[in-house]
């Protein structure tokens, strides 16, 4: 798991540095501005995100905890969870209802949250906050630039 993380540091670093050396031009520089006001709204979404992934991984490990081994604590479900959002999982649909088991209406409605709540939630719905707020910003600060590059082509 540390590798991970520390691969994503790596990736984070080296997209800095070459978001500052593209910035003098000017096309690169509406997207490096872009992506410097973006920190605080994305830290913002970040926080949500990492909010959402403890619910979530809490909610399996009181779920589906005691059925399968890789939920069975919460360390094994965070990395569940990061390997199941990288198409790397082992839960699957047989894991959450078993044939023959018999589970009250509670048991399947948290089944059903758990199975399509990563899908739909972690992958689908954040991954288009991010862009949402990414395309925002890059609208607002195109609009800003418009006119300065306007009033210079008709002098």
């Known amino acids: 798991m540390l590798a991970y993380v520390n691969c994503l540091c790596v990736c984070v670093f080296i997209t800095c540095r070459l978001l500052r050396a593209w910035s003098f031009q000017s096309k690169f520089g509406v997207i490096t501005r872009t992506m410097m006001r973006a ?18 991984c809490g909610l399996v490990t009181l779920g589906i905890g005691d059925t399968t081994s890789y939920s069975s604590t919460f360390a094994a479900a965070f990395e ?68 300065v590059a306007r009033s210079i082509a008709a002098d």
Request: glycine share 8%.
């Open 39 to 56: 920190i605080p709204e994305l830290g913002h979404l970040l926080l949500v995100i990492i909010a959402s992934v403890f619910l979530f």
């Open 80 to 147: 569940e969870f990061i390997r199941s959002v990288l198409g790397l999982g082992y839960m699957g649909f047989s894991d959450l209802w078993p044939d023959g088991v018999w589970h009250p209406l509670s048991q399947q409605l948290l089944n059903v949250v758990i199975w399509y709540g990563r899908a739909v939630l972690f992958i689908f719905v954040f991954s288009q906050f991010f862009m949402a707020t990414l395309g925002d910003l890059f609208e607002t600060i195109k609009q800003k630039r418009a006119p």
